[in-house]
């Protein structure tokens, strides 16, 4: 047993390092062999990559947990949630760069073979991108075509008015919004997604997805991918957990939302980059869920281990104020392991700049870099600077000096957070130098080997590069564990055809 506490792959996400090792010492800590064998599980699941089957395993642990071990349960599910919704977070990213090439690609062919539905599904990827004004010209012109069903058009007419509304055209939105009135699950559940984005009584919204997802259940009839994300939206928005997670366990996160077949022998599946992006939503939901009642508990270890991931996956989600003030109360308290506490500094830096205070910030961040940080350490600081899009030389510069004298596992990380950083900077061939570097060559594409969000964002590099098969090799790999990355397949084949000009030189892995 004491060897499976240090065999946590140390190229792994902030969660894999010092805190994993801390957390399985809590949970087999007073812990009956019974309860240990599905936490351990869990947690060698996590161990290797494998997030979802890790959160089934645990969640369907649960309930029959006895009350002393819940909390430590509760630890391990938020901490894997976590995971989970910073590896959506990326991979949906992935999907709105490819999606938006292919869309573009697509609507540039003309004549019979053109697409019809690539004019609405670029202004979806627009609208998700944040450009409403550019996605309400798309939705504009998919209506005025008027050749799509009843169903495309009431689609096009609720993201219209979303985009209106975000532009300040209320008025127009809800004139909009007042004609679509289709009972049809895709279109009721998207009508109250999309009132719910913009934040018009979200209890109304719940009830009108609860009685649309009652109906579907008790008919027997099999839920749409366009109504099963448009449900999970809401329903994490809403908190509802357990109702999110029936919805995902029954889902087929890999059927696309539309099939169109211009001209014989042509086919073309269109995905909605929304359905990666409402997961990530949900799982750091849940991952505040499962933390917020693990650190309730009265066992001071887990209660601060759960501080600590809690500070994290508020910060995640989008919460600086309630991140800052877990965090401050988790840092000032005695006897927290050094390391651990410098990660929490690096959140707590950003949380001051999100906050207003920049020179805060960069003054936690000159600490932490004077104090001779680790390569996990510098890896955390230069990643929280690429994630709010801070461009700080000295970090970079100090990242890549330490990289260059290191070697193996300790520093697959910084060299993961600097090819990430030459990413953003679209240096594409060094991004792909610096995260081959942190990629385990004998196992290059296997998730139990290697830390998906190197893989994600290195598959983002080499689709850049138009190195395509290099690339769906990746994404088909990951596919086997999360099912929904098939629409960035899709759309990175559909891109490589068309550079190719030829429908037989690349194919679905």
């Given at each position: 047993?004491?060897?499976?506490?240090?065999?946590?792959?140390?190229?792994?996400?902030?969660?894999?390092?010092?805190?994993?090792?801390?957390?399985?010492?809590?949970?087999?800590?007073?812990?009956?062999?019974?309860?240990?064998?599905?936490?351990?599980?869990?947690?060698?699941?996590?161990?290797?990559?494998?997030?979802?089957?890790?959160?089934?395993?645990?969640y369907?642990?649960?309930?029959?947990?006895?009350?002393?071990?819940q909390?430590?349960?509760?630890?391990?599910l938020?901490?894997?949630?976590?995971?989970?919704?910073?590896?959506?977070?990326?991979?949906?990213?992935?999907?709105?760069?490819?999606?938006?090439?292919?869309?573009?690609?697509?609507?540039a062919?003309?004549?019979?073979?053109?697409?019809q539905m690539?004019?609405?599904?670029?202004?979806?990827?627009?609208?998700?991108?944040?450009?409403?004004?550019?996605?309400?010209?798309?939705?504009?012109?998919?209506?005025?075509?008027?050749?799509?069903?009843?169903?495309?058009?009431?689609?096009?007419?609720?993201?219209?008015?979303?985009?209106l509304?975000l532009?300040?055209?209320?008025?127009?939105?809800?004139?909009?919004?007042?004609?679509?009135?289709?009972?049809?699950?895709?279109?009721?559940?998207?009508?109250?997604?999309?009132?719910?984005?913009?934040?018009?009584?979200?209890?109304?919204?719940?009830?009108?997805?609860?009685?649309?997802?009652?109906?579907?259940r008790?008919s027997?009839?099999?839920?749409?991918?366009?109504?099963?994300?448009?449900?999970?939206?809401?329903?994490?928005?809403?908190?509802?957990?357990?109702?999110?997670?029936?919805?995902?366990?029954?889902?087929?996160?890999?059927?696309?939302?539309?099939?169109?077949?211009?001209?014989?022998n042509?086919?073309?599946?269109?995905?909605?980059?929304?359905?990666?992006?409402?997961?990530?939503?949900?799982y750091?939901?849940?991952?505040?869920?499962?933390?917020?009642?693990?650190?309730?508990?009265?066992?001071?270890?887990?209660?601060?281990?759960?501080?600590?991931?809690?500070?994290?996956?508020y910060?995640v989600?989008?919460?600086?104020?309630?991140?800052?003030?877990?965090?401050?109360a988790?840092i000032?308290?005695?006897?927290?392991?050094?390391?651990?506490?410098?990660?929490?500094?690096v959140?707590?830096?950003?949380?001051?700049?999100?906050?207003?205070?920049?020179?805060?910030?960069?003054?936690?961040?000159?600490?932490?870099?004077?104090?001779?940080?680790?390569?996990?350490?510098?890896?955390?600081?230069?990643l929280?600077?690429?994630?709010?899009?801070w461009?700080?030389?000295?970090?970079?510069?100090?990242?890549?000096?330490?990289?260059?004298?290191?070697?193996?596992?300790?520093f697959?990380r910084?060299?993961?957070?600097?090819?990430?950083?030459?990413?953003?900077?679209?240096?594409?061939?060094?991004?792909?130098e610096?995260?081959?570097?942190?990629?385990?060559?004998?196992?290059?594409?296997?998730?139990e080997?290697?830390?998906?969000?190197?893989?994600?964002?290195?598959?983002?590099?080499?689709?850049r590069?138009?190195?395509?098969?290099?690339?769906?090799?990746?994404?088909?790999?990951?596919?086997?564990?999360?099912?929904?990355?098939?629409?960035?397949?899709?759309?990175?084949?559909?891109?490589?055809?068309?550079?190719?000009?030829?429908?037989?030189?690349?194919?679905?892995?």
């Amino acid at each position: 047993m004491g060897n499976f506490f240090f065999n946590f792959n140390s190229m792994g996400t902030l969660m894999k390092k010092l805190g994993s090792i801390l957390l399985l010492t809590v949970i087999l800590t007073g812990t009956s062999h019974a309860a240990i064998d599905p936490l351990k599980r869990g947690l060698q699941l996590y161990k290797k990559n494998h997030y979802e089957d890790a959160i089934r395993l645990l969640y369907g642990y649960l309930p029959a947990a006895e009350n002393h071990h819940q909390a430590k349960t509760n630890l391990g599910l938020g901490m894997i949630c976590l995971a989970n919704a910073r590896l959506y977070r990326d991979l949906y990213q992935a999907a709105l760069e490819t999606n938006l090439d292919y869309f573009k690609r697509l609507l540039a062919v003309k004549g019979p073979s053109a697409s019809q539905m690539a004019t609405l599904y670029m202004g979806l990827a627009l609208l998700e991108d944040g450009k409403p004004s550019d996605a309400a010209g798309f939705f504009h012109n998919f209506l005025a075509d008027r050749s799509g069903n009843t169903g495309d058009l009431d689609l096009a007419r609720i993201n219209l008015a979303t985009a209106l509304y975000l532009q300040n055209e209320t008025d127009q939105a809800h004139k909009l919004w007042s004609k679509v009135t289709s009972d049809q699950p895709s279109i009721a559940t998207a009508l109250a997604a999309a009132y719910r984005r913009v934040g018009i009584d979200g209890k109304k919204q719940l009830a009108v997805c609860q009685r649309v997802w009652d109906r579907l259940r008790h008919s027997g009839q099999a839920p749409s991918i366009q109504t099963i994300s448009n449900l999970i939206y809401v329903y994490a928005k809403e908190g509802r957990i357990d109702e999110t997670f029936e919805l995902i366990m029954k889902a087929d996160l890999i059927a696309f939302f539309h099939e169109e077949v211009p001209v014989k022998n042509k086919v073309i599946r269109f995905y909605d980059a929304a359905l990666l992006g409402n997961l990530s939503l949900f799982y750091g939901t849940a991952s505040l869920n499962f933390l917020q009642k693990a650190g309730s508990a009265p066992d001071s270890k887990i209660s601060r281990m759960a501080q600590y991931y809690l500070g994290q996956a508020y910060g995640v989600t989008g919460d600086p104020v309630q991140s800052a003030r877990v965090l401050s109360a988790f840092i000032s308290a005695p006897g927290n392991p050094p390391g651990l506490a410098k990660k929490a500094g690096v959140r707590q830096a950003f949380n001051q700049y999100l906050l207003g205070d920049a020179a805060a910030a960069k003054e936690q961040l000159n600490t932490l870099l004077q104090s001779e940080p680790s390569p996990n350490l510098m890896a955390d600081m230069l990643l929280a600077c690429i994630e709010y899009k801070w461009d700080a030389p000295e970090i970079v510069i100090q990242a890549s000096a330490m990289a260059q004298k290191g070697h193996g596992r300790p520093f697959i990380r910084i060299n993961f957070a600097l090819g990430k950083y030459y990413l953003w900077k679209q240096n594409f061939a060094k991004a792909v130098e610096y995260m081959e570097a942190g990629r385990d060559k004998s196992n290059k594409n296997r998730i139990e080997f290697n830390d998906p969000l190197i893989l994600v964002n290195l598959a983002q590099a080499y689709g850049r590069t138009k190195q395509f098969s290099e690339a769906l090799e990746i994404f088909f790999e990951m596919s086997k564990q999360f099912p929904a990355v098939r629409q960035i397949q899709v759309a990175l084949q559909g891109v490589y055809i068309i550079e190719q000009k030829s429908a037989g030189d690349v194919k679905i892995f």
